[in-house]
């Protein structure tokens, strides 16, 4: 690739990011203009634009440039990538935002998206976490990660998939996007639970050098290994915050029959 290619290829990710940045500002306003008591809230707009920024900042120098020479900037990349910027992309509910920004006939279609049958398979907190967090044990102990980072198509598609199994496992675990079928949060605690201690014994074994199929220098590897335990660790924390934000409890049907039964409070859309 020339000099001037590199430099576009290079380049692309960041006009896409600002090309969604501009998409979800104008829903926002459309949003509000079509129900000014409702509005948007600015804090979804913060959290989304937030989310597109680090996005933006991993995909491009010195980060991008970093993750391509050494398997430490790769696992900083891929943690920005795969659960920072995630976790502020979901919290912006860009569902939601679609929703409302969209005609009766269209959120009426799109509804019915969100309820089919596939839709509800894919959004099973068992295939989220196998997809974000059980990939990592086929990623990183077995030639995939070297066969993927070999050519920049690969690279690419190792980036999707970490930025949308990041982002389903979000929205299923704590997202404020209308989600049919989502488990009470007791269950999603267990789910995230998982997710926490599949990431510590990848990370461990990763750094004792277990089974770990990487072609790097072992300094990096347990570096990367180093990296991927304690912002892991960080970025988990972050989205069980975010979950128990979400628990209300439900209001007492009666007096004399004992404590309130907790549940998720959806919020309207």
Same mark, same amino acid.
């Given at each position: 690739m020339t000099e001037h290619g590199a430099h576009v290829a290079g380049s692309l990710p960041i006009l896409a990011?600002?090309?969604?940045?501009i998409g979800y500002l104008c829903l926002a306003r459309r949003a509000?203009?079509?129900?000014?008591? +409702?509005? #948007?809230? +600015? #804090?979804?707009?913060?959290?989304?634009?937030?989310?597109?920024?680090l996005l933006g900042a991993a995909l491009a120098p010195p980060v991008a440039s970093f993750a391509h020479a050494d398997f430490r900037g790769h696992m900083v990349q891929h943690l920005i990538v795969?659960?920072?910027?995630?976790?502020?992309?979901?919290?912006?509910?860009p569902v939601t935002l679609v929703l409302r920004a969209l005609p009766a006939g269209g959120g009426r279609r799109l509804t019915a998206v969100l309820h089919s049958r596939p839709a509800r398979v894919v959004a099973h907190p068992v295939v989220a976490l196998l997809l974000s967090t059980g990939s990592l044990v086929v990623l990183?102990?077995?030639?995939l990660y070297n066969a993927?980072?070999?050519?920049?198509?690969?690279? #690419?598609?190792?980036?999707?998939?970490?930025l949308l199994s990041g982002c389903l496992f979000v929205y299923v675990i704590a997202g404020p996007d209308p989600a049919p079928g989502r488990p009470g949060v007791r269950a999603r605690l267990v789910y995230l639970g998982c997710a926490v201690a599949v990431h510590a014994v990848v990370a461990q074994l990763m750094?004792?050098?277990?089974w770990v199929d990487v072609h790097a220098p072992v300094a990096e590897v347990q570096g990367g290994a180093e990296i991927m335990y304690y912002g892991g660790d960080i970025a988990e924390?972050?989205?069980a915050a975010a979950l128990v934000a979400t628990w209300?409890?439900?209001? +007492?049907?009666?007096?004399?029959?004992?404590p309130a039964v907790t549940r998720y409070a959806r919020r309207s859309w």
């Open positions: 990011v600002l090309g969604c940045a509000r203009r079509r129900n000014s008591a +409702r509005g #948007w809230s +600015r #804090w979804r707009t913060a959290g989304f634009v937030a989310g597109l920024a795969g659960m920072y910027a995630p976790l502020a992309l979901v919290l912006g509910a990183y102990f077995t030639p993927a980072t070999a050519s920049a198509a690969g690279h #690419w598609l190792l980036h999707a998939h970490f750094y004792g050098g277990f924390l972050l989205l209300r409890p439900a209001p +007492r049907t009666g007096a004399g029959r004992g």
